[in-house]
């Protein structure tokens, strides 16, 4: 069983902020990839951007050249910097954590972005 925990949502101004992390924990088998998936109330959960444990990244195209992803392998972390934040990025933002064998889901963090 993998436990999956995000942190650093919250309120942010348009324009602003903000980071993003989540950590993995209790898996015997190797991470094969860690991402950040968003979901608004009514909708489906959509990618934001995910990074393979080599490094291969992806973006959605509503995001590129505003978030950027990292990952420390070490501790089996990864990272999603916002920056230029909009309106319609405000949603629940949630973490996944894919193995060879599971695909765990974190308790999601909201994001806000309100004047």
């Known amino acids: 069983q993998v436990q999956v925990v995000e942190s650093g949502g919250g309120l942010v101004q348009p324009g602003g902020s903000l980071r993003l992390s989540c950590a993995a924990s209790g898996s015997s088998f190797s991470i094969v990839a860690m991402g950040w998936y968003r979901q608004v109330p009514g909708k489906q959960r959509d990618l934001v951007a995910t990074i393979t444990s080599v490094g291969t990244i992806t973006y959605a195209d509503s995001v590129k050249g505003r978030f950027t992803i990292s990952r420390d392998n070490t501790k089996n972390t990864v990272y999603l910097q916002m920056n230029s934040l909009k309106p319609d990025d405000t949603a629940v933002y949630y973490c996944?954590?894919?193995?060879?064998?599971?695909?765990?889901w974190g308790q999601g963090t909201q994001v806000t972005v309100s004047s």
């Open positions: 996944n954590v894919r193995s060879l064998v599971s695909s765990s």
